[in-house]
């Protein structure tokens, strides 16, 4: 046993690392396109509301990933889901070393479904359908919404005091997003960093119900701002500047389109990823001037992320999952 729980441990900081180099430095990094708010209040605000998440909106997407779509409180439940979330970020680490487009969302839903199909885990199949039916429903809203609300937003009469308006209204749509983030694509850390917990406090037949207990939380919530630092750079830019010709403006409505789309899967419990409703939102607000102001060959990496790191996933951690269920590890 003494083998697995670092195994855990090191994994667990690994995936929110990568979440935080992935996630939070595109999130960050989209609210720097607002160069008069100060960068540290858009990370402290990220933050803030990212450990306060789970107490505001309690942890149902977390929990999607530890007992939905898998039943990993059966026995070797716990070391089929470290299979899934090892090959989660393997596979997106390939994927982005060769310039391709991926999720770390997708990769995990792949990754914990796959290993838990090898290992010979009851699968539910209902769950995951509508998982992946949430998922690619997500940026369909964000598209609507960024769309209709553009709309809107080129019919308010410009004032004198409209760039202040526009950074007030950036503010509170930040707010907004940040809290989409935390009650949503942000769960997978607390559904990893819950595993690794309960198999540090029971072994590995104690995968069942997560908590969050503060003071983890606050150290969750400092590796993910970390990696994000690391990763503010090569990512921060990517979806304001690569996918269209974008004004501050067109960020508000983008941000206000993917939080609602976002938000809209909570309620189903399903993990849904912000950065491509994101991405969907600054297209549709975009569209709303004109299809050439949008970069196409960027948007279409959107579903290039979903046919080559689902089913990458999904197919490597099967075959892991299939060899620890050869192995008999229980």
Same mark, same amino acid.
């Given at each position: ?76 439940? +716990?070391?089929? *889901?470290? @299979? #899934?979330?090892?090959?989660? /970020?393997?596979? &997106?680490?390939?994927?982005? =070393? !060769? $310039? %391709? ?119 969750? +919530?400092?590796? *993910?701002? @970390? #990696?994000?630092?690391?990763? /503010?750079?090569? &990512?921060?830019?990517?979806? =304001? !500047? $690569? %996918? ?87």
């Amino acid at each position: 046993m003494t083998g697995w729980v670092p195994a855990f441990t090191v994994t667990a900081v690994a995936f929110v690392l990568v979440t935080g180099a992935n996630d939070g430095a595109t999130l960050i990094g989209l609210g720097l396109r607002f160069p008069d708010v100060p960068g540290w209040l858009t990370a402290a605000l990220l933050v803030a509301v990212l450990f306060a998440g789970p107490y505001l909106v309690g942890i149902s997407v977390a929990r999607t990933f530890t007992e939905r779509l898998v039943a990993f409180g059966a026995a070797g439940g +716990a070391a089929a *889901f470290l @299979a #899934g979330v090892v090959t989660a /970020l393997v596979v &997106v680490a390939v994927l982005t =070393g !060769r $310039g %391709l487009p991926t999720s770390l969302t997708l990769a995990l839903i792949g990754g914990i479904t796959g290993a838990g199909l090898g290992a010979g885990l009851p699968v539910s199949w209902s769950w995951v359908g509508v998982v992946l039916a949430a998922g690619a429903a997500a940026p369909v809203a964000g598209l609507v919404l960024g769309y209709l609300l553009g709309v809107l937003a080129a019919r308010i009469p410009a004032t004198r005091r409209m760039p202040r308006l526009v950074r007030v209204a950036h503010l509170l749509a930040y707010g907004l997003q940040s809290l989409a983030y935390a009650a949503n694509d942000g769960q997978k850390m607390i559904a990893v960093a819950g595993v690794a917990l309960a198999v540090r406090a029971g072994g590995l037949d104690a995968v069942g119900e997560i908590d969050v207990p503060p003071p983890w939380m606050a150290a969750l +919530a400092g590796l *993910f701002f @970390a #990696g994000a630092l690391a990763g /503010l750079r090569r &990512v921060g830019a990517r979806l =304001g !500047r $690569g %996918l269209a010709l974008t004004r501050p403006p067109h960020i508000v409505c983008a941000e206000v389109a993917a939080s609602g789309a976002v938000l809209g899967s909570v309620a189903l419990g399903c993990p849904v990823s912000i950065t491509q409703s994101i991405a969907a939102g600054v297209v549709g607000v975009a569209a709303r001037e004109g299809v050439r102001r949008i970069r196409w060959q960027q948007v279409a990496g959107i579903a290039l992320a979903w046919v080559v790191t689902l089913p990458a996933a999904m197919l490597l951690a099967t075959v892991a999952g299939l060899v620890l269920r050869l192995l008999g590890v229980r």
